[in-house]
């Protein structure tokens, strides 16, 4: 199903190696707005370490944003040390193509990590990756993401319904 993730987590830090191994995943693609800073562009707390410690263990990390705000990608990437794509018009699979290069890992070995079905899910199933859906970090939201979470909801409802019945 195009518009499930694999994994809903409460965010990203949740994400760890025992995780990634369990999937066989290698790389994580990551979305910046709501996945990895608020709306006032506050870094998600102990961030940094995180992806250290991901790091240490040979996960390849990029990031991949839809914003055209170079300024505010360079960032947080600079800040973590990682490569970045911005104005990536998710879900096209241009940009997931491009972070796949840049990873140099096979599309099955990339976990896609973000808040929105619509753009991150989509295009990672798109892309035969592995799509990891997290909790938006804040309740506000630019204007067309905020038309898109209803929709959103109702898929997330029925996500949860259908793996609750799975186990
Ligand atoms: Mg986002």
Redesign the pocket.
Known sequence: MILYPKLYLNNVKEINISILNKYNLKGLIL?????LIDYNKNLLEDLESWAEDLKSQGIKLCIL??TNNKQKVEKVANILDIPYIYFAQKPLKNGFNKAKEILKLQPNEIGVV???IL??VIGANKSNMFPILVK?IDKKDIFI?KIKRPIEQVIINKYLKKIEKNK
């Open positions: 979305d910046v707005d709501n996945t944003s839809n973000g808040d929105q753009t991150d938006p993401t």
